[in-house]
T-cell receptor, first 117, second 115 residues
């Protein structure tokens, strides 16, 4: 298995532009997580899905952020409009987890380094 | 809600020396506990996890961790570090009895290896 695949690896954009990050989870995994990593705040959970349904989006910073999972093999995280403070590494992770299971191993992608100028 | 603290931001040890990275958690019961490692430019990889039973757990790459309920700690250890162990290490906590099924990560400890 290729693991969790994220694209792009790097994204540089100007303030106000729309940014879309993509994730393909490991086949057969039914939970998907989006994390954001910054020096100041560490690794923060933004949202997670179970069986393509958003379960908890309380970590999404504001309405500029949205996430979708149209099917079991694809998810997007969109920022519109983007701001410099959104600059961070965004990780997608998946697990073969039941809903509400917090004992599952997470498999992380390599991340997307986002720079908003 | 659970929380996790990694008090050391950056640690430097000599190659071949022993290592201990500290992790303290806050939770009303025994949580699920994890250690992940992140190499530069990469995602996180699970080193080991504790759910129940033997409080000393073995992981990959020669790492082990010991759960100490009395100290609310889950410190990561390795008897002899290698240069390839230089990375960022994250302790994580999962709630055992909660409808909030989040895994919370600590702020990380960056490990540097002195030749």
């Amino acid at each position: 298995d290729a693991g969790v695949i994220q694209s792009p690896r790097h994204e540089v954009t100007e303030m106000g532009q729309e940014v879309t990050l993509r994730c393909k989870p490991i086949s057969g995994h039914n939970s998907l997580f989006w994390y954001r990593q910054t020096m100041m705040r560490g690794l923060e959970l933004l949202i997670y899905f179970n069986n393509n349904v958003p379960i908890d989006d309380s970590g999404m910073p504001e309405d500029r952020f949205s996430a979708k999972m149209p099917n079991a093999s694809f998810s997007t995280l969109k920022i519109q409009p983007s701001e410099p403070r959104d600059s961070a590494v965004y990780f997608c992770a998946s697990s073969f987890g039941r809903q509400l299971a917090t004992n599952e191993k997470l498999f992380f992608g390599s991340g997307t380094q986002l720079s908003v100028l | 809600a659970q929380s996790v603290t990694q008090p050391d931001i950056h640690i430097t040890v000599s190659e071949g020396a022993s290592l201990e990275l500290r992790c303290n958690y806050s939770y009303g019961a025994t949580p699920y506990l994890f250690w992940y490692v992140q190499s530069p430019g990469q995602g996180l990889q699970l080193l080991l996890k504790y759910f129940s039973g033997d409080t000393l757990v073995q992981g990959i790459k020669g790492f082990e961790a010991e759960f100490k309920r009395s100290q609310s700690s889950f410190n990561l250890r390795k008897p002899s570090v290698h240069w390839s162990d230089a990375a960022e290490y994250f302790c994580a906590v999962g709630a055992r009895y909660s409808s909030a099924s989040k895994i919370i990560f600590g702020s990380g400890t960056r490990l540097s290896i002195r030749p």
